[in-house]
């Protein structure tokens, strides 16, 4: 047993690994294999076998750099889509007591209280001053 545990040391050695990638590729390969349970179609069963492959393709792969780079990709789109999905939901839930408005000069959100009318609001970003109107 010792014997083979060192030969897998030494095959693992300098391969890539796993990464957060690497785990989405996992959920949609579950995702997949859960759609395929339900419609049964070729093409999809195709595509969870591409899937697969890739994540034994990366999780093997010597060539670190470029698989850093593939997963640097995939978090900046992958944060970005986390980041609109969190600002949705905290909208719905405070949407009783505050609003939400962009600065037409930088276009950050501003988090504003729900008063009704016409106000002057000066954005923490560019300093800028800006009129919002609320209605209730």
């Known amino acids: 047993m010792e014997k083979f545990k060192a030969m897998l ?3 693992l050695r300098g391969r890539y690994g796993v990464d957060p990638l690497y785990y ?12 395929n ?5 070729e093409m999809v069963s195709l595509l ?3 899937v697969i492959a890739e994540i034994v393709f990366r999780a093997f792969s010597r060539n670190i750099a470029k698989r850093q780079m ?3 990709k995939f978090l900046k789109l992958w944060n970005k889509a986390q980041g609109a999905y969190r600002l949705t939901v905290r909208r719905l839930k405070e949407s009783k007591t505050h609003r939400f408005r962009r600065c037409p000069h930088c276009g950050i959100v501003l988090r504003l209280p729900n008063h009704k009318g016409t106000h002057t609001a000066k954005c923490p970003g ?6 919002i109107r ?3």
């Open 126 to 131: 560019c300093s800028e001053e800006f009129e």
């Open 24 to 35: 989405a590729l996992v959920g949609l390969y579950a995702a997949l294999l859960v759609l």
């Open 48 to 50: 969870t076998w591409f």
């Open 37 to 41: 349970l339900i419609i049964r179609s």
């Open 134 to 136: 609320i209605m209730l």
């Open 9 to 11: 040391i030494r095959f």
């Open 70 to 72: 593939e997963n640097a």
